[in-house]
Structure formats: structure tokens, C-alpha cells
């Protein structure tokens, strides 16, 4: 544990004046931080990462997937964070142009949505389409507010002549 060590002589065999020194050991200190640094580090738990589940469909579906053009909506992501929407085919779009704001993106989807459940009675289908100029985050915003919104319903697909036709009429391409 503790010693006290005295020194009493000189070279000449006269003692001089007691001088102790003092020594600790500090082995079961050390042995004591080494069990609490093995009690932390099995006792912590780490940040789970989380991921957004993702079903792509089945390639050997043989029916074609033929679906309604008034159940979808397009959502094509431009530049400097815009979002370019229709719904329906190109040829009778009625673009709308929105951020990824509160009160952009996420209340177009609810709108459309409300308008095509109410239209058809059946969900909407969402199809995001990633222009050259958008971002990757532009995409992850996208498919939150898709998660937000309940949209259960997409694909991200690519994005054809005729919607970077639109995107460049609207000045995001």
C-alpha cells in the first residue's frame, strides 16, 4: 500500500537530517478503473441506425402493372431545392411548383391525395422521378414526406424526355 522510507547518513556515516519519502501503490486503483471501464462499455447500448423500409416490385410479374393514370402523381425533383408536380400523364399536366416546406411538398400530397381517394377510392401512386440537378438529400426529403404523409404507395423511376421538357420550361433544370 503505503511505505515511508528514511534515509539517515552521509557519505561519512554522520547522520545529517531524516528525510522520508513517501511511495503509494497504485495497483488496486488501477485494477478498480479497468472493472469500471469493462462495466461501461458492456453496460451502454449503441444508437440503433434507422432505416426506412423500401419494397421494390417483383420482376416477374407478367401482368405489366398497368395502372390507372388518374391514380398517380409525379413528383420530379429540379434544382435549388424545388419540386416540380402533376398529376396524370405529361401530355395533360398542369405542373405545380413547390419547396420541401410544411406547406410545399407535404400539402400537395395531401391535397392530391384527398382528390384522387375521393376520385377513384383507392390510394394514390406516387412516382419520384430524380432530375440530373437534384440532390441526394432532395430525394431523402422526398421520400420523408411521402413517410410523413402515409403515402404507401411509390417508385422512384426515371425521369423521361417530356418531364425534363417541364422542368426546363419552369427554369429547375
Do not use: W
Amino acid at each position: 500500500m503505503a511505505e515511508l522510507n528514511a534515509a539517515s547518513a552521509n557519505t561519512n556515516g554522520k547522520p545529517l537530517r531524516k528525510t522520508q519519502s513517501t511511495r503509494v501503490d497504485l495497483t488496486a486503483m488501477v485494477d478498480l478503473a479497468f472493472l469500471l471501464v469493462t462495466f461501461f462499455m458492456l453496460t451502454t447500448t449503441l444508437s440503433k441506425p434507422k432505416a426506412m423500409d423500401l419494397a421494390m416490385p417483383d420482376k416477374t410479374n407478367e401482368t405489366g402493372g398497368e395502372v390507372s393514370d388518374k391514380r398517380t402523381l409525379t413528383v420530379c425533383l429540379g434544382k435549388n431545392n424545388k419540386v416540380l408536380l402533376y398529376a396524370g400523364l405529361t401530355k395533360n399536366a398542369k405542373p405545380q411548383v413547390v419547396d420541401y416546406s410544411k406547406a410545399g411538398l407535404r400539402q400537395a400530397l395531401l391535397n392530391n391525395q384527398k382528390a384522387i381517394h375521393d376520385a377513384t377510392g383507392k390510394d394514390m401512386i406516387v412516382l419520384v422521378k430524380p432530375s440530373a440537378h437534384s440532390i441526394y438529400s432532395d430525394l431523402v426529403n422526398a421520400l420523408d414526406e411521402l413517410h410523413i404523409t402515409k403515402n404507401d404507395r411509390f417508385a422512384i423511376v426515371d425521369i423521361t424526355p417530356a418531364d425534363i421538357t417541364l422542368l426546363k420550361q419552369k427554369a429547375m433544370y
